[in-house]
């Protein structure tokens, strides 16, 4: 068992302390300097002795490397190409376009052959002379004809869907879009609101600093101190919160975009700005029909269900299928040809025929709804944005300064004792309360720009 010698040595020098007027400062008591110094020996080693390498400093442990940061249109970027919810619903258009090759597929020709009367139960007139002049051979080959276009309608109904699924998939990225600005913009916000926290924490700190001078002072009481103090329990929690939003906001950007395409740690670039809208509600609603893949999808929708009442109409048609046959028998050969064709004299395909009728109306029904629900979105999400802009413009004409004015007043007057403690911690409260709700309403407002761009189906807004 190792045993550890520690020789300690005691250093033990008095002085008189200088007069201190402060509550903290013992009078006529003697100054005590401790220092304590430590020697580890082993016996194994004799006078050896055993050191604990200090810790590497920063410098020594190497510069750290830069974190990632990217914008939200590389954001964007990443989360198209990247996204599992997307890249599944991507397979959708491959599957339609494998539908496309089945639909594009011609009937295969069928190949028959029997034999008869064979003396299989009497094996001693199995001879060639018996089967040449007693059995007969048949060997035919058929194929079914289409008709009615069958084949050229069938193509055009998967390519139609096709097209229709393709737009379906632009919408899903549409939609992404959004999700990832709107999540970006959640990070801005947390990143705004964690930096602001950190510094209105570092500037009460410098209020408790002066609050301690001034209670040493005796200008203000131990009652008041502490409550400045407890205060300072608000500006830590609001650092932490502030931390752990914007850290769970990243995380939930990273999902959009794809966990393997940036690192754990990685940082986004941009603030929180604010840009006057100049946009007009006509021009965007005119581009809305235009753009947006859902309202293209209800339209090509109604290209689709025609081309499935065409196809129906086509399917009602009878097929013809005609076989040719060779044949030997008794020790003759022969040709013959056959045809079957279904007389349509009461399956016709009505019913499916009618139902595609319904279906194409339906078709129509849904554009128009897609067309009038794009015109909703957009008079909403501008009207949105007016009113967001409205707000953030009255925080900057006036709001935001008074409120800085206020606190600066009020701190100015507390340290020269001309205000209360009452009156230091309402400013503190209302700065801070306006601050983050002026954050907040620029969040909202490039909120309702993303929206708009949503509702629009475009991120180029004039």
């Known amino acids: 068992m190792l045993r550890t010698f520690l020789p300690l040595t005691l250093i033990i020098a008095t002085s008189a302390f200088a007069q201190n007027p402060s509550h903290d400062a013992l009078p006529d008591s003697p100054g005590v300097q401790v220092t304590l110094r430590a020697q580890a020996t082993s016996p194994s080693t004799g006078s050896g002795q055993t050191s604990i390498p200090p810790a590497p400093t920063a410098q020594q442990a190497g510069p750290r490397a830069p974190v990632q940061t990217i914008t939200v249109d590389q954001a964007i970027t990443l989360a198209l190409a990247n996204n599992p919810n997307l890249k599944a619903i991507r397979t959708q258009v491959d599957q339609n376009r494998a539908q496309e090759i089945t639909a594009g597929l011609r009937p295969n020709p069928v190949l028959s052959g029997d034999s008869q009367f064979l003396p299989i139960f009497n094996p001693s007139q199995f001879t060639s002379d018996t089967l ?22 069938r193509l055009n109904a998967a390519r139609d869907a ?33 930096a602001f926290a ?48 914007k850290a769970q906001a990243l995380v939930t950007l990273r999902q959009l975009m794809g966990y393997d395409s940036v690192p754990r740690e990685y940082d986004v670039a941009g603030d929180l700005a604010y840009e006057p809208m100049t946009l007009s509600l006509t021009d965007l609603e005119a581009r809305a029909l235009k753009e947006r893949p859902d309202v293209r999808a209800a339209q090509q929708g109604i290209t689709a269900a025609q081309s499935q009442v065409r196809l129906a109409k086509a399917n009602g048609k009878q097929d013809l ?18 045809f079957n064709i279904p007389l349509p004299i009461f399956d016709r395909n009505q019913g499916e025929i009618k139902r595609t009728l319904f279906a194409a109306d339906q078709a129509k029904f849904s554009s128009t709804s897609a067309e009038e629900g794009a015109l909703a979105d957009v008079r909403n999400a501008y009207e949105s944005a007016l009113s967001n802009d409205e707000i953030v413009k009255l925080y900057t004409s006036g709001y935001l300064k008074q409120s800085e004015d206020s606190r600066e007043i009020s701190n100015y007057a507390y340290k020269g004792g001309a205000a209360t403690l009452l009156d230091l911690l309402d400013a503190e409260r209302s700065y801070r309360a306006t601050q983050l709700a002026y954050r907040q309403a620029l969040a909202t407002y490039m909120l309702s720009i993303e929206q708009l761009r949503q509702a629009v189906g475009t991120r180029s807004l004039p």
């Open 321 to 338: 299928d005609l076989t040719l046959n060779f044949t030997h028998v008794s020790g003759q050969s022969s040709s013959s040809w056959f």
């Open 198 to 245: 950190e510094q209105d924490l570092n500037g009460f700190q410098q209020t408790v600093n002066i609050s301690q001078e001034r209670y040493r002072a005796g200008d203000i009481s131990e009652s008041d101190l502490l409550k400045i103090k407890i205060q300072m329990l608000q500006f830590q929690t609001d650092v932490a919160s502030a931390r752990v939003a």
């Open 162 to 194: 096709t097209a229709v699924t393709a737009s379906q998939v632009a919408d899903a990225e549409r939609t992404l879009k959004f999700n990832v600005a709107q999540q970006f913009i959640n990070v801005l916000l947390a990143k705004s609101n964690l």
């Open 132 to 153: 040449d002049s007693l059995a007969q051979f048949d060997l035919g080959v058929g194929y079914l004809f289409e008709r009615g276009g069958k084949r050229k309608a």
